[in-house]
């Protein structure tokens, strides 16, 4: 019973690099929530996807980042040529439907860059 | 007026105490409103959660109110207790949505002994 997966939980990553954080749902789950957490603010949506469809991505900056969510496989968040201003807590959040209710959160991934 | 407001930023109270966190938002679309908790080092897990034609929930010792006409809602902990200390956050969601969250940002709650 296995609650939502997010590896690696910590990530430490170079100016220019890339990061990919990735994240299983809760068993049932086909809608998966990415946010971003930097220190001492709340979160702040990123992106939400269902198997193999972007759904809204407006909280995704326009540039660097992207996510998918495909048929077979983890969610995955990709941050290309990373930036200090990325370092943060990157957390996914499964629901099993679409109406707002309880989101399940993984215990996030922490990207640091250097 | 996608924000919402949270405060205290930090709260101190003693063990057995009431802690109170407050919440506002301007988004009068926004039609749930649930809070999290969360441990250092670990994800945010659902507390409580309320919709606006109800003014107040209880679940356990945690209790939200809910004011639609100044459009804010708190948080109530009775008889806190030491492990509640952690960072809460209150959240709004749009009518007819899903769970794309607008968070506040956050109160960190200590519970002295």
């Known amino acids: 019973n296995a609650g939502v997966m997010q590896n690696p939980r910590h990530l430490v990553r170079r100016r220019g690099q890339e990061a990919r954080l990735r994240c299983s749902p809760m068993?049932?789950?086909?809608?998966v929530y990415w946010y971003r957490q930097l220190p001492e603010e709340g979160l702040k949506f990123m992106v939400y996807l269902q198997k193999e469809n972007i759904i809204d991505e407006s909280g995704m900056p326009k540039e660097r980042f992207s996510a998918e969510f495909p048929k077979e496989g983890p969610s995955i968040l990709r941050i290309q040529q990373v930036v200090r201003g990325d370092s943060a807590a990157y957390f996914c959040?499964?629901?099993?439907?679409?109406?707002?209710?309880?989101?399940?959160f993984g215990e996030g991934s922490r990207l640091t860059v250097l | 007026q996608q924000q919402v407001k949270q405060s205290p930023q930090s709260l101190i109270v003693q063990k057995g105490g009431i802690p109170i966190i407050n919440c506002a938002y301007e988004n009068t679309a926004f039609d749930y409103f649930p809070w999290y908790q969360q441990f250092p080092g670990k994800g945010p897990a659902l507390l409580i959660a309320?919709?606006?034609?109800?003014s107040e929930k209880k679940e356990g010792r945690f209790t939200i109110s809910f004011n639609k006409s100044a459009k804010q809602f708190s948080l109530h902990i009775m008889d806190s207790q030491p492990g509640d200390s952690a960072t809460y956050f209150c959240?709004?969601?749009?009518?007819?949505?899903?769970?794309?969250?607008?968070f506040g940002a956050g109160t960190r709650l200590a519970v002295h002994p």
């Open positions: 309320i919709r606006p034609d109800v």
């Open positions: 959040a499964s629901s099993p439907g679409q109406a707002p209710g309880e989101l399940f």
């Open positions: 959240a709004a969601t749009l009518s007819g949505g899903y769970n794309k969250l607008i």
């Open positions: 068993k049932g789950h086909s809608h």
